[in-house]
């Protein structure tokens, strides 16, 4: 990829970051290159955003664990 | 390869989410095996989700999409934060360019699914009333999000815990981790603990409220089974005639009704009931056009049918259009005046609003149903009448609607006219059409081959109008098949082009321009019949004809008449079965070949016959003959049998009172004065012969009574009717438009004949009465042929001894004897002649006199005239007013003395 390339797609990141944070997705800069690395490879993004909600859920389920234990 | 990068992306991404495991597995060794469960699990249950075919239901649209996160942010009263929004999408969408996204849509897809996301854990965490707000940034929100799924939704998306029980329908179970199952209200509390860090909420009390109404709307929602949006969905199915989910087809309610295993508040049951009305209808309509167009034969719905069923497919492909777009419609979010959105996902479309959606459609539904059902039985142009009177509706709506239907329908049925009257063609292979071809010979081709079926006329098309359809393309038949002419197909060409450049390159025919129908019937029949006119005129000559027919056939040509009688008078006085045609055929001809006739044009007189009339025993030729006229073929269609059978009718008539009249100037030849007379009379004082005077006196008083009779009826008969209904038929033949008129104008002048000539059904005694009168006559002339007979051979014998001298001595020695003899002998005949004179005399003016009394009975007014000639000096009336005093036989009996 070319410097102009890795330019691009860090502006795109950067857009993309920011219109994600306008709306509140709650998506971190890195979390969101990942997904849209994976929206690139063709992957769904219903089926995306059903995995994100999940994995939070479960985050959140770990953590609430931790905290009840402690 | 492909699957490798996902599946690396997925790892970093659990790896991402899942950050805290770090710290627990730090914190406990024991629970180092459990993160590496959790996040292998997760890992496993991430590609698994993304391995399935959850797909998105909206069609892939990134500026609808960009639109959608716009309003939603301008629903929530962050309107700068949309115009920066839009700002960012325009330079993120303007990107190009390795390096660059290239599935926008999906990543602004995923940006709004995962914050709506967000926002619905939020608004289901800090209750409904609780406004969005951004304190929720990206990583403060991370690791603090609340684990409430909406289980009841998604039951298949759970995470497959060991120790999960079965999902069970309440949401709270889903918080469940190592079996510690805390209260209600504890969970909810602790889970706030959590919230973010941020919205850690001080006052408990208020906490517990809005735990109370989430626990509301939550139960509520259970209660409910089924959300709205979930209803909605299926009312739309429903209404294109497809079970849903919940709302299923009903045999027994016969119609669309939510499942009653459902549990739904009864308003909302009605309310989908009556929705699903257009379903219901839609079904009807539906299967009504599949079973016309595909089970049944095509000659049980016909050309009409089939466009009517096309007309309503493509009606029906309109209602789909518009169920598509409130499909799509399903998953839009509503909009609120507050600003606000809708909570637990409300989408744009509810059922109340659904019911204004599908207001019109109904309607437009109802009518098509009311139409199948109407139009179940009937086809062609039945059907389109019945269309037509639907039509007369006072709603613009369902005019307009009807009319753009109205003009699909009639498409083959002016299409049909349009054949019929330019082509003459009966296109119509279903019996669809008002016009019905039946299979004749020629010559009844325009009487009955084509026949107006008045179940098949569209109500639309005036009678009138019909009846003018019908006549031209009957012209344009009988001009190809009874004249073999070409001629009308200019006609019809130039008819078209005259109403095309009249419509200004309109042309077309279709419902609603009958204007344009009649003007194009109008021109092609008037154009058509002109032609057929003047075919018949001039190339069948039809004047000649007809006036060939009253010539011969109503005695019309005196000379020839003369002639025939003359010449055929003998014969015709043998018994009929004695007779020949042939001879009479010759007759005829030399009748012909002495008269003016012989002049006139050959083809007409070789139409002429002598016809023999069906006879019986003791007919004399008298009886069976007349002359025939053959019409031939085209103008058989006038002159028919029938009409034909009129003329013999008249024809007989007037031969026999022609013969009457021959009769008596025969007579007359005999009974003129003459030296026979003269010298009969100059002998005086003789008993016998001053008897014979007065014998031939009285014959010579009723001949004249009866010439006089005979020649005032003859000159009616000429000059009152003939002449005169001729004269009304030759101006009524000029001004015929069509052969319609010229076969009534026909008719009225046959009708007229033989209504004055007493032969009509009314006069039926009258001519019973004339026809005796006729007969007492003839018998008058016998009687007057005998005594002129005697009475020459009186002279004769009288003259003998004068004049033959030369005979004297055969004579000589009887002439004394035989003339006493002979004087007795003609005293004795002179009185029985005398006394059946007298009886004739009698008979005659007692039938005259009937005759004139039943005369003035008759309503026809030119008979008037008749009886006026007749008893010009009412010596008749007078005598019939004294004949009631004074016995007839008494008046008469003076001279006899």
Request: glycine share 8%; with cysteine.
């Given at each position: 990829m070319d410097g102009a390339g890795v330019e691009r797609a860090r502006e795109a990141l950067n857009l993309a970051h920011a219109m994600a944070s306008i709306i509140n997705s709650g998506l971190d800069r890195q979390t969101l290159s990942i997904l849209i690395g994976l929206c690139e490879h063709g992957v769904n993004p219903e089926a995306l955003a059903t995995v994100v909600k999940e994995l939070r859920r479960e985050a959140a389920a770990i953590e609430s664990t931790s905290k009840s234990k402690d | 390869m492909e699957g490798d990068v996902v599946a690396d992306l997925v790892k970093q991404l659990v790896k991402r989410i899942l950050p805290s495991q770090a710290n627990v597995s730090e914190k406990s060794s024991s629970n180092g095996d459990h993160r590496d469960t959790v996040g292998e699990r997760a890992y496993q249950y991430a590609m698994r989700i993304i391995g399935s075919r959850i797909a998105p239901s909206l069609a892939s649209d990134e500026v609808a999409m960009a639109e959608a996160i716009k309003r939603q942010l301008v629903l929530e009263g962050r309107?700068?934060?949309?115009?920066?929004?839009?700002d960012l999408h325009r330079r993120f969408a303007s990107l190009s360019g390795p390096g660059s996204v290239e599935n926008r849509w999906a990543v602004l897809y995923l940006l709004r699914a995962v914050s709506e996301d967000q926002r619905r854990e939020g608004v289901e965490t800090r209750g409904t009333a609780t406004p969005f707000t951004s304190t929720l940034s990206g990583p403060a929100a991370l690791g603090g999000l609340q684990a409430l799924p909406k289980s009841a939704e998604h039951p298949k998306l759970q995470v497959p815990h060991s120790d999960s029980p079965s999902p069970s329908p309440s949401p709270k179970n889903s918080l469940r981790n190592g079996g510690i199952r805390p209260s209600k209200s504890q969970s909810a509390s602790s889970d706030h603990g959590h919230q973010g860090g941020v919205l850690i909420l001080s006052k408990d009390a208020d906490n517990v409220k809005s735990v109370a109404i989430r626990e509301f709307v939550e139960i509520s929602q259970v209660d409910l089974e089924v959300t709205e949006a979930a209803l909605v969905r299926d009312v739309v199915y429903a209404c294109q005639g497809i079970d849903g989910r919940y709302v299923k087809f009903d045999k027994e309610q016969d119609g669309y009704v939510v499942d009653s295993n459902v549990k739904v508040p009864k308003a909302t049951r009605v309310l989908v009931r009556r929705l699903c009305e257009v379903g219901w209808l839609f079904r009807r309509v539906r299967n009504h056009i599949s079973e016309s167009l595909e089970d049944g034969p095509l000659e049980a719905i016909g050309t009409v049918g089939q466009a009517f069923c096309a007309a309503l497919q493509e009606e029906l492909g309109d209602y789909y259009r518009l169920m598509a777009v409130l499909e799509t419609q399903v998953y839009h979010p509503i909009p609120f005046m507050s600003g606000g959105v809708a909570n637990n996902g409300g989408n744009y479309l509810s059922l109340r609003r659904l019911s204004v959606w599908l207001a019109e459609p109904l309607t437009r539904m109802r009518l098509m149903a009311v139409l199948v059902d109407d139009c179940k039985t009937l086809?062609?142009?039945?059907?389109?009448?019945?269309?037509?009177?639907?039509?007369?509706?006072?709603?613009?709506?369902?005019?307009?609607?009807?009319?753009?239907?109205?003009?699909?329908?009639?498409?083959?049925?002016?299409?049909?006219?349009?054949?019929?009257?330019?082509?003459?063609?009966?296109?119509?292979?279903?019996?669809?059409?008002?016009?019905?071809?039946?299979?004749?010979?020629?010559?009844?081709?325009?009487?009955?081959?084509?026949?107006?079926?008045?179940?098949?006329?569209?109500?639309?098309?005036?009678?009138?109008?019909?009846?003018?359809?019908?006549?031209?393309?009957?012209?344009?038949?009988?001009?190809?098949?009874?004249?073999?002419?070409?001629?009308?197909?200019?006609?019809?060409?130039?008819?078209?082009?005259?109403?095309?450049?009249?419509?200004?390159?309109?042309?077309?025919?279709?419902?609603?321009?009958?204007?344009?129908?009649?003007?194009?019937?109008?021109?092609?029949?008037?154009?058509?019949?002109?032609?057929?006119?003047?075919?018949?005129?001039?190339?069948?000559?039809?004047?000649?004809?007809?006036?060939?027919?009253?010539?011969?056939?109503?005695?019309?040509?005196?000379?020839?008449?003369?002639?025939?009688?003359?010449?055929?008078?003998?014969?015709?006085?043998?018994?009929?079965?004695?007779?020949?045609?042939?001879?009479?055929?010759?007759?005829?001809?030399?009748?012909?070949?002495?008269?003016?006739?012989?002049?006139?044009?050959?083809?007409?007189?070789?139409?002429?016959?002598?016809?023999?009339?069906?006879?019986?025993?003791?007919?004399?030729?008298?009886?069976?003959?007349?002359?025939?006229?053959?019409?031939?073929?085209?103008?058989?269609?006038?002159?028919?049998?029938?009409?034909?059978?009129?003329?013999?009718?008249?024809?007989?008539?007037?031969?026999?009172?022609?013969?009457?009249?021959?009769?008596?100037?025969?007579?007359?030849?005999?009974?003129?004065?003459?030296?026979?007379?003269?010298?009969?009379?100059?002998?005086?004082?003789?008993?016998?012969?001053s008897e014979l005077t007065v014998v031939l006196r009285r014959c010579q008083t009723l001949r004249n009574e009866m010439n006089h009779f005979v020649t005032n009826l003859q000159y009616y008969i000429m000059f009152e009717v003939l002449e005169f209904s001729w004269a009304n038929f030759l101006e009524e033949m000029e001004v015929a438009h069509d052969l319609d008129e010229l076969i009534a104008a026909h008719e009225k002048y046959l009708g007229s004949i033989v209504e004055k000539a007493l032969l009509g059904e009314r006069s039926q005694l009258l001519c019973k009465t004339l026809f005796s009168l006729f007969d007492l006559i003839l018998r008058f002339r016998g009687l007057a042929d005998r005594l002129f007979e005697n009475a020459r051979e009186m002279d004769a014998r009288s003259q003998n001894p004068t004049k033959q001298r030369a005979k004297k001595d055969f004579h000589i020695a009887t002439l004394s004897g035989r003339k006493s003899s002979m004087s007795s002998l003609s005293g004795d005949f002179l009185a029985t002649i005398g006394e059946e004179m007298d009886g004739v005399a009698v008979e005659y003016s007692s039938l005259l006199e009937g005759f004139i009394a039943q005369l003035p009975a008759q309503q026809h007014v030119d008979l008037k005239f008749l009886s006026f000639r007749l008893d010009f000096s009412e010596f008749y009336t007078r005598q019939h007013m004294s004949m009631s005093t004074t016995p007839l036989k008494f008046k008469r009996t003076p001279l006899k003395l």
């Open positions: - | 309107s700068s934060d949309a115009l920066t929004f839009a086809r062609g142009g039945a059907m389109a009448g019945a269309i037509h009177m639907h039509l007369q509706h006072g709603d613009p709506l369902v005019r307009s609607f009807l009319k753009r239907l109205m003009r699909r329908v009639c498409a083959p049925i002016y299409e049909m006219i349009r054949r019929w009257v330019l082509e003459g063609e009966v296109d119509d292979l279903y019996g669809e059409f008002f016009v019905v071809a039946q299979p004749v010979k020629a010559e009844a081709l325009w009487r009955q081959g084509y026949q107006l079926q008045t179940s098949m006329l569209p109500s639309f098309i005036p009678e009138p109008l019909a009846k003018r359809i019908l006549r031209t393309g009957k012209s344009i038949n009988f001009l190809r098949v009874c004249c073999e002419d070409q001629g009308w197909a200019r006609a019809a060409a130039a008819a078209v082009a005259t109403v095309r450049a009249s419509a200004n390159g309109g042309g077309g025919l279709g419902y609603g321009e009958t204007e344009a129908l009649e003007s194009l019937v109008v021109e092609a029949a008037g154009r058509i019949d002109r032609h057929l006119i003047q075919i018949v005129y001039n190339r069948y000559k039809f004047r000649d004809q007809c006036l060939a027919i009253k010539r011969y056939l109503l005695l019309g040509q005196g000379d020839f008449i003369q002639y025939l009688m003359d010449l055929v008078g003998p014969e015709l006085s043998l018994p009929a079965n004695t007779l020949s045609a042939f001879k009479l055929s010759g007759t005829l001809e030399s009748a012909i070949r002495a008269s003016n006739a012989q002049y006139d044009d050959s083809d007409i007189l070789d139409r002429l016959r002598v016809k023999m009339m069906p006879h019986s025993d003791g007919d004399r030729g008298w009886d069976v003959f007349s002359l025939q006229y053959d019409a031939r073929d085209p103008l058989t269609t006038v002159f028919t049998e029938d009409v034909m059978a009129r003329y013999l009718r008249i024809f007989n008539f007037l031969w026999r009172l022609k013969r009457v009249e021959h009769a008596l100037s025969a007579t007359w030849q005999t009974m003129k004065p003459n030296c026979l007379v003269a010298r009969l009379s100059a002998i005086k004082g003789d008993g016998v012969k």
